[in-house]
T-cell receptor
Framework: DTGVSQNPRHKITKRGQNVTFRCDPISEHNRLYWYRQTLGQGPEFLTYFQNEAQLEKSRLLSDRFSAERPKGSFSTLEIQRTEQGDSAMYLC????????????FGPGTRLTVL | GQNIDQPTEMTATEGAIVQINCTYQTSGFNGLFWYQQHAGEAPTFLSYNVLDGLEEKGRFSSFLSRSKGYSYLLLKELQMKDSASYLCAATNAGKSTFGDGTTLTVKP
């Protein structure tokens, strides 16, 4: 399978715990994006990377969220001290710049904070 | 800032044509995407418009007017499997801002 993959697909955690999600983009794609989506809403931009550089981070994100892409391939998104409001689907997407901004999405990680 | 508006819900009949509108107000703009998203699944790419005009791709067509900040997605010969949420997204320098989606229900 050469699409975008995300792990885990589901995560249930208790409030206050830390969680980490992984995204493996399509191999030749140099851009990687993280979004958060809640029911009935569109994906909300969190951050994106070009290769290993984090180019933009949403001002909506608190300091509890951090993302890395150390070698310009896979990426991790960590949420520290989770809150119930963090419950959502976390989507990763990748694209190849400069051939266009079309983003290919992974299946997502559904986070439930109890 | 970015503001994307699209209708929340639409209903259409199998075999018919439906047009889903999207208006956007953005501080920078490269192009506009349309994605399809079935319940519980990730969005999948439908179209990308950069220039004004209509682009046709099989049963789906997408239109863009940059001066009016307006786009629409046209679905022809509707099938039951077209029941899904349709998301428009304005993109600027690689960052996409999504609308909340239009839930389309196709009835027999």
């Amino acid at each position: 399978d050469t699409g975008v993959s995300q792990n885990p697909r589901h995560k249930i955690t208790k409030r206050g715990q830390n969680v980490t999600f992984r995204c493996d983009p399509i191999s030749e794609h140099n851009r990687l994006y993280w979004y958060r989506q809640t029911l009935g809403q569109g994906p909300e931009f969190l951050t994106y990377f070009q290769n290993e550089a984090q180019l933009e981070k949403s001002r909506l994100l608190s300091d509890r969220f951090s993302a890395e892409r150390p070698k310009g391939s896979f990426s991790t998104l960590e949420i520290q001290r989770t809150e119930q409001g963090d419950s959502a689907m976390y989507l990763c997407a990748s694209s190849f710049s400069p051939s266009g901004d079309e983003q290919f999405f992974g299946p997502g990680t559904r986070l439930t904070v109890l | 800032g970015q503001n994307i508006d699209q209708p929340t819900e639409m209903t259409a009949t199998e075999g018919a044509i439906v047009q889903i509108n999207c208006t956007y107000q953005t501080s920078g703009f490269n192009g506009l995407f349309w994605y399809q998203q079935h319940a519980g699944e990730a969005p999948t790419f439908l179209s990308y418009n950069v220039l004004d005009g209509l682009e046709e791709k099989g049963r789906f067509s997408s239109f863009l007017s940059r001066s009016k900040g307006y786009s629409y997605l046209l679905l022809k010969e509707l099938q039951m499997k077209d029941s899904a949420s349709y998301l428009c997204a304005a993109t600027n320098a690689g960052k996409s801002t999504f609308g909340d989606g239009t839930t389309l229900t196709v009835k027999p």
